[in-house]
């Protein structure tokens, strides 16, 4: 029997476009003698419209905006939006692949939605969602998985209000020039810079401020950055690493996004020790994050070939030109084999959990 795909997309986020190229390339991917699929778009005012039976591939962005869905507004009436996708047919769908990107996204807030209606779902958990998502508590449990991290300190807005000069002295104490101030729940650079003396870190500091009450001002690290993707369940599997190459002062939204300014060297020149490292860091935080179906965890490496975790990222960038399906390719599972694998992998996932 076909398997029914619903394709979630678009979304309130800033990565609402990338989310779109995303879904075009996966109705690409996807075999339609395998598969019905269906869309679910998130317009970017956060309004629900879900969509017709695809029947080929989609073109063109418009298509999967405009043409295949109705408006069906979700926040008011969650309960008729719901149970239509039943009304699509008279089953309900068999896999919901989630392209969403940032908060609301793969924060673990649209998974905990799926897991209320029972549906199987592509990726990470609720847990491993959110724990992801916020780079504080993703943190401390890579500390208990003894993974190296670069120094860090972390205050909420209020903390930060109240005694501006104490953390300024402990940041100056324990942390060495430049500085890297983040919004602890945003992805894609978003709110973060770099900060080389006290007026910028207070500057970057109220930057950050303006996307979360949560910051995190990490050491800054001069380092290559290595890329790793994870692919599994109970029994996760490794990938080839790969490198990123910025042609800008970091790795920004623009560079990453926009520009195409980034060069990618896949497999990345390591040596067999920094990849056994490499490999065991990327599992160990797959572990400890308790994650499942996918995840890209992305690491520092010094000149010393010192392994350091960056992050990771519970539902990387998954256009074909993403260092996550490039990972796979050259690890010998191409773009439409990674998508079979993943839908497999999120119904193994739900019968488990059962
Ligand atoms: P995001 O979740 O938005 O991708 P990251 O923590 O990965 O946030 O930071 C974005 C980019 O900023 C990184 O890919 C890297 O280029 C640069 N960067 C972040 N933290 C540091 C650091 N401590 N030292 C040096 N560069 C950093
Ligand atoms: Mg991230
Ligand atoms: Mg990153």
Sequence with gaps: MKKRIGLLYGGKSAEHEVSLSTARAVTQALNFNEYDVFPIYITQEGEWRKGNQLVAPIDTIEQLQFENTTNQSLPNNISSFLPSHQEIDEESLDVIFPLLHGPNGEDGTVQGLLEVLNLPYIGNGVLASSAGMDKVVMKQLFTIAGLKQVPYVHFIRREWRNDQSFWLGKIEKELAWPLFVKPANLGSSVGISKASNQEE?????????????????????????????????????????????????????????????????????????????????????FKVLDC?????????????????????????????????????????????????QLIELAIERHTEKQ
């Design 292 to 340: 499942s179906g996918l995840v890209r965890a992305d690491f520092f490496v010094t000149e010393n070939d010192e392994v350091l975790i960056n992050e990771v990222n519970t539902l990387p960038g998954f256009t074909p030109f993403s260092m996550f399906p490039l990972l796979w390719q050259h690890t010998g599972v191409n773009y439409s084999e990674l998508i079979d």
């Design 201 to 285: 870190l207070i500057e970057a500091v109220d930057l950050a401020l303006k996307y979360d009450r949560k910051i995190v001002i990490e050491q800054g690290i001069n380092a290559r950055e290595i890329e790793m993707g994870v692919l599994g369940n109970d029994t996760p599997k490794c990938s080839v690493p790969g490198e990123i190459k910025p042609l800008k002062a970091f790795y920004d939204y623009q560079a990453k996004y926009k520009d195409g300014n980034t060069a990618m060297i896949i497999p990345a020149v390591v040596s067999k020790e920094v990849e056994a490292t490499l490999q065991d860091n990327a599992m160990k935080a």
